[in-house]
């Protein structure tokens, strides 16, 4: 019975020495992220630094101080978790960029984004697979088989929209922003549609049949994922519409947001679809319908708490990718060939590169053909900066190596540890590299003039979620419902007016959004009456 009691006693105490193990390392990494958020702010206005490269540069520091201080035997103070990348970290990021993204653009562009981010998608990982299964049957790095290399393909397409949402800006670059924010947003929820798709079928073995479904299992993906978005915000719209929830409670219409937000990127992952374009497309139907249905305090509130959540979430998730690149028990596998794992790194990279070239520019070119206008079309300065600012890799790329190389963040087989050093590698290198040469190659190949560098606000509606921060729809492009287009340039409006036709696609939609969508859904100018709240006390002419 002593015994007993005294193992009881023994395993209280390890849960109690765990449990603050756990709270020194969590206090650490929030003090970190303080440290990060105050030197983001120092470097604000270097053109080669940006809040991604300063997190992974103080996540490498910190690693290395951890590694010196445990006497080598780790780097970092939290085990990655994909849970924690999917379920708690990425939603944040990707529905703030479909809040806040600059829907005029975004939809102005939307095949081209489509066909970057999806078509694209597919072919880099093709040659990717194909140059992989090539060069790594020359090397000793295990055996792998069709699956394998497909994954590779899949994991290595994956493009960072996070940092590439620093290093552009999209004031100065708005076509640039729109194509490559779009396309990297479409290409991470293509590529883990595409590497779920893999790891789903046995590809050993692949005939017609297999291939078919595979093709058709990709697309239902594709287009359930995105159906759910709208659907999700649409509900979202409705019920804070019809109950005036601003009318009892400001703090209601706001969780109410941000659990609905929530919501369609679980219930995604419930029905196994790709929550990354589900909540991505959740956002802009919210800022299109559901935002303008709330009050005056909801709307700033929402903004910034989406915001925030954002910030946070991408500070976070390089840091620790910086931290734990130094991992020990990765590294200790491939200690013994260095030169193969440099070998791995670097063909990955060339493939990275090559495989990008390989669908930017063609594509860049069929898309050129669409345009009738010369000022819409894609220069070859442009192309080669959306190729560059395309090649950083990161944070999904990570999750889905981890996913196909390890078990709970662990590895002991030689094969997988050089996959995930190699994909470490290439994730610091480019983000560092591509990152750092971003913004400069865009000052030498596409100089703004200063005088266009003050953004001109126009729009009927000051209080859209993009107005706070920065005009992300400029020039008046403030939601779908301004697709028809008032911002043409005094200079070219004859030839605007010449070569744009009257009744487009923009022009059918509206008429659609303004009978059908909003009486029923709200938005803009159907703002529901709501007795004193701020939004009543306006004017009511700056909803047409």
Same mark, same amino acid.
């Given at each position: ?110 095949? =081209? ?76 929820? =293509? ?100 935002? %303008? ?35 020990? &028990? ?5 200690? %013994? ?110 100089? %703004? ?13 000051? =209080? ?10 400029? &020039? ?69």
């Amino acid at each position: 019975m002593e015994s007993y009691v005294s193992s009881i006693g023994s395993r209280l105490q390890m849960l109690t020495t765990s449990d603050h193990a756990s709270v020194v390392s969590m206090n650490l990494f929030v003090a970190l992220l303080c440290a990060c958020i105050v030197i983001g702010h120092l470097l604000e206005e270097n053109r080669w630094m940006n809040e991604s490269i300063t997190a992974l540069i103080i996540g490498l520091c910190t690693g290395v101080v951890i590694l010196l201080i445990s006497g080598g035997k780790s780097s970092h103070l939290l085990v990655f978790s994909e849970d924690l990348f999917f379920i708690y970290l990425l939603p944040p990021i990707i529905f703030n960029a479909g809040f806040q993204v600059k829907k005029k653009q975004f939809f102005r562009n939307f095949m =081209t984004i489509m066909l970057f981010g999806a078509v694209g998608t597919l072919i880099s990982c093709f040659v990717i697979s194909l140059g992989a299964m090539q060069f790594f049957k020359k090397l000793d790095i295990g055996p792998l088989d069709i699956g394998d290399y497909l994954a590779i393909g899949a994991i290595f397409a994956a493009t960072d929209s996070v940092c590439t949402l620093q290093v552009l800006n999209q004031d100065e670059t708005p076509l640039l922003y729109s194509l490559v924010f779009g396309e990297g947003v479409v290409n991470d929820a =293509t590529s883990v549609v595409l590497f779920n798709a893999i790891q789903s079928f046995d590809l050993t073995n692949i005939n017609a049949a297999i291939a078919w479904d595979f093709v058709r299992n990709f697309f239902y993906l594709f287009l359930a994922s995105t159906l759910l978005g709208v659907l999700t915000g649409l509900v979202s719209a409705y019920i804070i519409r019809r109950l005036y929830f601003g009318r009892h409670s400001t703090d209601r219409e706001v969780a109410l947001m941000m659990l609905m937000a929530y919501l369609s990127y679980m219930l995604a992952e419930l029905f196994y679809l790709s929550g990354i374009l589900t909540v991505f497309f959740c956002g802009i139907v919210m800022s299109h319908y559901t935002w %303008h249905n709330v009050t005056e305090s909801s709307r700033v509130t929402t903004k910034h708490a989406f915001a925030t959540l954002s910030f946070v979430a991408e500070t976070f998730i390089f840091l620790y990718v910086g931290m734990d690149a130094l991992d020990i &028990e990765k590294w200790r596998f491939v200690s %013994h060939s260095p030169g193969t794992s440099v070998a791995v790194s670097s063909i990955l990279l060339g493939l990275v590169m090559v495989g990008r070239a390989a669908f930017v520019f063609p594509l860049s070119f069929l898309s050129n053909l669409t345009k009738k206008s010369p000022n819409e079309k894609i220069s070859f300065k442009q192309q080669f900066i959306i190729w560059w600012a395309g090649l950083m890799r990161g944070a999904v790329s990570m999750a889905l190596a981890y996913n196909k190389f390890t078990s709970a963040g662990h590895t002991h087989l030689r094969g997988n540890a050089i996959m995930i050093t190699s994909t470490i590698t290439v994730v610091l290198f480019s983000t560092v590299l591509f990152g750092l040469m971003t913004q400069p190659l865009i000052k030498i190949l596409l100089p %703004h003039p200063k005088h266009q560098s003050r953004s001109v606000i126009i729009s009927s509606d000051p =209080t859209t979620p993009k107005s706070f921060t920065i005009p992300l729809l400029g &020039e008046g492009q403030d939601s779908l419902d301004d697709l028809g287009g008032h911002d043409i340039d005094h200079r070219s409006s004859i030839r605007s007016l010449l070569t744009t036709p009257t009744h487009t696609v923009h022009h059918y939609w509206r008429k659609f959004d303004d009978a059908f969508m909003r009486p029923m859904f709200g938005g803009r100018g159907f703002v529901p009456f709501v007795p004193g709240s701020p939004t009543e006390r306006n004017s009511p002419n700056q909803w047409h």
